[in-house]
């Protein structure tokens, strides 16, 4: 089964062009609103370790969210939907489109040549949310549906915790694999047999920052994955 990976929140960035949308706001783009802390660290690292490619962007998600279908609401933040529709356009094609366009062809090239792929899409999570403590490690968010991606992540699940069992790795949280998202518009375009979309969400507490504790991690995640890479 061959990897491949993504990552849709890797980073803050405004473009230049966008400065004047978000002049005052390096709050809000520092914080989990504006990225995913720790992901494209953790991707990158996963890319080295599985020579394989990955597809990431660093554009903040408060310009456009790569992780959002086109019609979703939530697709422009409270900053970027007053641009005027020519703008959002612009937008749309140079920093959404071309990342997920991109992607979708090389998992339709793997496909059609009759390979299975595994596509994991890194995020992270902020630990709380409206008050609330989200008790999670790692989130495996998948389709309940997809009985390839349940039987995929159940094993994941038990390879992380025969390493470590006190880690809480739990299925479909803090999300539902199967809502509005970049691995659920794949499933619609490609061949359920071979294409595994999965989405690996960290707790920020544990992998934002630099030190031993995330390299723990990452290399919890990197040896189960190569043994279920391996029996997969
Ligand atoms: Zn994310």
Same mark, same amino acid.
């Given at each position: 089964?061959?990897?491949?990976?993504s990552c849709?929140?890797?980073?803050?960035?405004?473009?230049?062009?966008?400065?004047?949308? $978000?002049?005052?706001?390096?709050?809000?783009?520092?914080?989990?609103?504006?990225?995913?802390?720790?992901?494209?660290?953790?991707?990158?690292?996963?890319?080295?370790? $599985?020579?394989?490619?990955?597809?990431?962007?660093?554009?903040?998600?408060?310009?456009?969210?790569?992780?959002?279908?086109?019609?979703?609401?939530?697709? $422009?933040?409270?900053?970027?939907?007053?641009?005027?529709?020519?703008?959002?356009?612009?937008?749309?094609?140079?920093?959404?489109?071309?990342?997920?366009?991109?992607?979708?062809?090389?998992?339709?090239?793997?496909?059609?040549?009759?390979?299975?792929?595994?596509?994991?899409?890194?995020?992270?999570?902020?630990?709380?949310?409206?008050?609330?403590v989200r008790?999670?490690?790692?989130?495996?968010?998948?389709?309940p549906q997809?009985?390839?991606?349940?039987?995929?992540?159940?094993?994941?699940?038990?390879?992380?915790?025969?390493?470590?069992?006190?880690?809480?790795?739990?299925?479909?949280?803090?999300?539902?694999?199967?809502?509005?998202?970049?691995?659920?518009?794949?499933?619609?375009?490609?061949?359920?047999?071979?294409?595994?979309?999965?989405?690996?969400?960290?707790?920020?507490?544990?992998?934002?920052?630099?030190?031993?504790?995330?390299?723990?991690?990452?290399?919890?995640?990197?040896?189960?994955?190569?043994?279920?890479?391996?029996?997969?």
């Open positions: 089964m061959k990897l491949v990976l849709e929140h890797g980073g803050n960035r405004v473009p230049r062009r966008y400065a004047g949308l $978000f002049a005052g706001c390096e709050k809000v783009l520092a914080s989990h609103r504006g990225w995913d802390p720790g992901a494209l660290w953790l991707a990158k690292r996963l890319a080295r370790a $599985f020579d394989a490619p990955l597809h990431a962007t660093t554009v903040t998600r408060l310009l456009v969210d790569t992780n959002r279908s086109e019609h979703h609401r939530g697709l $422009f933040s409270p900053w970027s939907a007053p641009m005027s529709r020519e703008e959002r356009d612009l937008v749309l094609d140079r920093h959404y489109r071309a990342h997920r366009g991109a992607l979708e062809r090389r998992l339709r090239g793997l496909t059609e040549a009759g390979a299975s792929v595994l596509h994991l899409a890194v995020h992270s999570f902020t630990p709380h949310w409206q008050g609330r008790r999670c490690d790692i989130g495996l968010l998948y389709d997809r009985e390839a991606e349940r039987a995929l992540c159940q094993q994941w699940q038990r390879l992380l915790l025969a390493r470590s069992p006190r880690l809480r790795v739990r299925r479909n949280f803090p999300y539902r694999g199967a809502a509005d998202g970049l691995t659920t518009h794949l499933r619609r375009q490609l061949p359920a047999r071979t294409y595994l979309g999965v989405e690996l969400e960290l707790n920020q507490r544990s992998i934002a920052r630099a030190g031993a504790r995330r390299r723990a991690l990452a290399q919890r995640i990197e040896s189960s994955l190569r043994t279920l890479l391996a029996e997969a």
